[in-house]
């Protein structure tokens, strides 16, 4: 046999399915479950402590500093308000495919092989599921962090938004940077 060729030299099932792989911490399928309940849990405390706790909706802004507030707004679009759905239509449609992209996102955390991929998936499917609980709850989903400075006013989002945002830029790391950038799968020419 030559070196590289025995079984500490290929991934084994455990790596793809949340092992290990051979080091302390979570594989990379784990990792990504944990992640997504993790943003999940973070997303709806936040929420409902807004709602319930501070009782937002019946309150001015929570001013937390000179460019940061809390401010109640409902969004029936998707990400920063864009293509709002005002009817029941909409919203289950938008219900309907929000279910649809988070089962394909978790059967591509199924497979992930790396954790800066998982990473990104989790993060991503954890706050998808976070506005998707919103859109069938509340009809919409809740926003509240609004940054701002001077006549500069950022978009209003919370803690989902923001998981889904940095979700995205790992995905794209981990395409661009990561172990499997720039390498040809061997069915490419």
Not at 56 to 68: D, S, Y
């Amino acid at each position: 046999m030559a070196a590289g060729d025995g079984p500490a030299s290929q991934p084994d099932q455990a790596d793809r399915t949340g092992g290990t792989q051979g080091r302390a911490g979570l594989g990379p399928v784990r990792l990504g479950v944990a992640l997504a309940i993790i943003v999940l849990a973070l997303d709806q405390a936040s929420k409902l402590w807004l709602m319930f706790g501070a009782d937002i909706a019946n309150r001015p802004p929570m001013v937390l500093a000179p460019f940061l507030e809390f401010v109640l707004v409902w969004n029936r679009g998707i990400s920063y308000g864009l293509f709002q759905m005002p009817h029941a239509v909409g919203r289950w449609a938008l219900v309907i495919g929000s279910v649809i992209a988070t089962v394909l996102l978790g059967v591509w955390l199924a497979r992930a092989r790396t954790r800066m991929l998982a990473l990104g998936l989790g993060l991503i499917i954890g706050g998808a599921v976070g506005n998707l609980i919103d859109r069938i709850y509340w009809g919409a989903v809740v926003d509240f962090v609004h940054f701002h400075v001077g006549d500069f006013s950022w978009y209003v989002f919370n803690v989902a938004d923001a998981a889904i945002v940095f979700g995205v830029i790992a995905l794209l790391y981990d395409s661009f940077f990561g172990s499997g950038a720039g390498q040809k799968s061997a069915d490419s020419p």
